[in-house]
């Protein structure tokens, strides 16, 4: 079982920034990857950071790019999402998400955070 608890949300003015932080009950090294996602209302939750701990390659949501930057640090089992230049658009409630894998029984498991709101003004 992980646990992941995130925090950092909040209400910023569009062009402003902000940090999320999802720390991990376990080792993020043991994990195949973690992400985080966000949900807006009415819509869909969507992908918009994606990191493979053991390759250390991070994906991005197309509308995120050159804005957010998804880190790691592994001594603290924490992973961030630094959002710089927010739009109105971005507003939704972030969620962090781990994967596991369970190689003696070939499954993934996966874990989310409890979220946490954003809200870009215009």
């Known amino acids: 079982q992980v646990q992941l608890v995130e925090s950092g949300g909040g209400l910023v003015q569009a062009g402003g920034s902000l940090r999320l932080s999802c720390a991990s009950s376990t080792s993020i090294l043991s994990l195949k990857s973690m992400g985080w996602y966000r949900q807006a209302p009415g819509k869909q939750r969507e992908l918009v950071a994606l990191?493979?701990?053991?390759?250390?390659?991070?994906q991005y949501l197309d509308s995120v790019k050159g804005r957010f930057t998804m880190s790691r640090d592994n001594a603290k089992n924490t992973v961030y999402l630094q959002m710089s230049s927010l739009k109105p658009e971005d507003t939704a409630v972030y969620y962090c998400?781990?994967?596991?894998?369970?190689?003696?029984?070939?499954?993934?498991?996966?874990?989310w955070g409890q979220g946490t709101q954003v809200t870009v003004s215009s």
């Open positions: 998400n781990a994967v596991q894998r369970d190689d003696a029984v070939f499954r993934d498991y996966v874990y």
């Open positions: 990191i493979i701990t053991s390759g250390g390659n991070t």
